[in-house]
Nanobody
Framework: QVQLVESGGGLVQAGGSLRLSCAASERTISLYTMGWFRQAPGKEREFVVAVKWSGDNTYYADSAKGRFTISRDNAKNTVYLQMNSLKPEDTAIYYC?????????????????WGQGTQVTVSS
């Protein structure tokens, strides 16, 4: 059972930056595709970005392109989400997910493990 723990959320003004971290409990996380999703109040959970287990392929939602960057440090069992130029519409709970997949998927139900989430609030 892989455990994921997110951190780094908080309150930031529009235009600001945050860096989220997702620490995994096992080194086998290096074999997993890692994704970030978010869920705003009253909305469905939506895909943000994912990185293939090898780190050589990423896929961003249109809302994240050019502003967010995903990276992974398999030696530290950690995945990061650097978020720049934040907007009020980025306000949500951000979740880290791990899937034992060949490639990348944007579908939440194809990921095997989830963290508890971290709140990101962007004020205008």
């Amino acid at each position: 059972q892989v455990q994921l723990v997110e951190s780094g959320g908080g309150l930031v003004q529009a235009g600001g930056s945050l860096r989220l971290s997702c620490a995994a409990s096992e080194r086998t996380i290096s074999l997993y595709t890692m994704g970030w999703f978010r869920q705003a109040p009253g909305k469905e959970r939506e895909f943000v970005v994912a990185v293939k287990w090898s780190g050589d392929n990423t896929y961003y939602a249109d809302s994240a392109k050019g502003r967010f960057t995903i990276s992974r440090d398999n030696a530290k069992n950690t995945v990061y989400l650097q978020m720049n130029s934040l907007k009020p519409e980025d306000t949500a709970i951000y979740y880290c997910a791990a899937g034992y997949l060949i490639g990348i998927t944007t579908k939440p139900n194809e990921y095997d493990y989830w963290g508890q989430g971290t709140q990101v609030t962007v004020s205008s």
